[in-house]
């Protein structure tokens, strides 16, 4: 029996899990990243929960994927763009290696949500998978016959930062009018605060029972920018289906009103795209980590 461990490093937890050659979860644990203690305390608890998925399986043989915010550069080997600060600029893979003692591979986490979906998931009978997070960000992953397409420069499924308004909300990126600063959970809160004066989070937002006319309004151009962005993906690559993962993901709307503004922009006549919410809920992410590892 070859086993597969995934660990999928979050800003507030670590989670691992065990695998079986035919993707059964055998073992899964989760705890507290405490990012605030520092890079150093975060690989000492990698080196923890690693110990407890490998105690589980007995040190059997096992492959090991690891899943991040962000991305490690190609020539630097340096993690870039990861919300957990304070591992940005280092060589995660080439530290938590040496910490552990394994070779393992790492993959941004919106790419293992995406895999994970694709192989077990909402996904697994289509062939071309495009998979949407949305949730403090928006990223994304593409994958054609099970296998990630990520590019020559590591930015395949970025769909979050495409400009959709040139005098839009300043992004972290840089650029103004990112799709993230519209339809993330950050960005939706962002304009409740400035339109409404209130703060009240994306999440409780979406799933109030009644909306007064400018809660409406808000609501009515969220699902706009939703149909926007994600037709102007589909008209790219058309892909077999788009799968909705993160925190917003459980937003019903998205499905309805939502994928009906996608529909009106789409370039056919007949739209047939399914739209469709994640089958794995939190766990995509450690099962993604544990399919990529080797
Ligand atoms: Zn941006």
């Given at each position: ?42 690989l000492?608890?990698?080196?923890i ?13 096992h492959t ?9 550069s ?5 993690l870039k ?14 530290n ?6 394994k ?15 694709a192989?077990?998931g ?6 071309c998978?495009?998979?949407?997070i ?23 499924g970025?769909?979050g ?7 839009g ?12 600063t ?8 962002k304009?409740?605060?400035?339109e ?32 926007l962005?994600?037709s ?5 690559i ?17 499905y309805?009103?939502?994928k009906?503004?996608i ?9 047939t ?6 089958k ?8 993604g ?6």
């Open positions: 029996m070859q086993y597969k461990i995934g660990i999928d490093l979050g800003g507030t937890k670590i989670e691992s899990a065990v695998l079986d050659s035919d993707n059964n979860i055998l073992f899964r644990e989760r705890i507290a990243t405490q990012s605030h203690l520092g890079s150093e305390h975060i000492n608890q990698i080196n929960i690693y110990n407890m998925a490998t105690d589980s399986i007995k040190n059997q043989p090991l994927g690891i899943g991040t915010p962000g991305s490690i190609k020539d630097t080997q340096l763009n990861s919300n957990t600060l304070c591992l940005n600029g280092l060589p995660l893979k080439i938590i290696e040496k910490k552990l003692n070779k393992l591979s790492i993959e941004n986490d919106a790419n293992c949500f995406t895999l994970a979906e192989t077990l909402a996904g697994k009978e289509y062939s998978v495009f998979g949407v949305m949730g403090t960000g928006c990223g994304g992953g593409f994958v054609f016959n099970k296998k990630l397409r990520t590019g020559p420069q590591y930015i395949a970025e769909w930062h495409s400009t959709i308004d040139l005098d909300p300043n992004c972290y990126c840089k650029k103004n009018g990112c799709i993230e519209y339809i993330s959970g950050s960005g939706l809160e304009i409740i605060s400035n409404l004066n209130t703060e009240i989070s994306s999440y409780d937002f979406l799933n109030k029972d009644k909306f007064n006319i400018k809660e409406q309004q808000i609501l009515n151009d969220f699902y706009r920018y939703f149909g962005a994600l102007n993906v589909i008209n790219i058309d892909p077999d289906i788009v799968i909705v993962g993160g925190g917003l993901s459980n937003h019903n709307g998205l309805e009103n939502g009906r503004e529909y009106k922009n789409i370039f056919s006549n007949v739209p795209t399914p739209i469709i919410k994640n794995l809920g939190d766990s995509a992410g450690v099962i980590a544990a399919i990529i590892g080797i």
